[in-house]
């Protein structure tokens, strides 16, 4: 009986995985390094679209992937060959800005309120006031890292390619 729930398992699983696998693909990659974005239907994407003298920036979900255009917010339909950059997120430095600069105002917050607890004589050295205020700031110097730029209008250096992984 065990072996017949394994099989009936296998063969739903089989049914379940062999549609997500046959879908189109966005991959974004650097030339030269093993570094690429990969994108599929319902990603969220952000790029810089040219068309002419007109540069805007556009963020959305992707909802439908085609060999020469994409569909992003069920009503725009934008041309591969008119993007001129992929911005990609950063989860790590975003992270980090979080942490350090979330670290500095709460020192910042726990000197003070500690100094009103204890009814001191505001004493701050120069740790107390410098390294939270630093650490702050450096989580906001650190922002313009927060994405990575594809620049598609550089085609010896970044590529776009449609893959279709059902065929």
């Known amino acids: 009986m065990n072996k017949k729930i394994r099989v009936c398992f296998i063969i739903l699983l089989m049914f379940c995985v062999l549609p997500a696998m046959s879908q189109k693909m966005i991959l974004v990659k650097k030339d030269g390094t093993k570094y690429n974005a990969k994108f599929f239907v319902g990603d969220i994407i952000s790029f810089k679209y040219c068309d002419g003298d007109n540069c805007v920036k556009i963020k959305g979900r992707i909802n439908a992937i085609e060999d020469e255009t994409m569909i992003v917010g069920y009503t725009s ?35 003070g309120i500690n100094t009103l607890l204890t009814r001191d004589k505001v004493e701050m050295t120069t740790l107390d006031y410098v390294l939270p205020i630093s650490a702050m700031a450096a989580a906001a110097a650190i922002t313009p890292l927060n994405k990575r730029k594809y620049h598609l209008d550089k085609p010896h250096k970044y590529s776009l390619l449609v893959l279709d992984l059902g065929e």
């Open 77 to 111: 339909e934008f041309d591969y060959k008119k993007i001129a950059k992929i911005y990609i997120d950063r989860k790590a430095v975003q992270i980090s800005q979080y942490v350090v600069g979330g670290a500095g105002a709460f020192y910042l917050g726990f000197t």
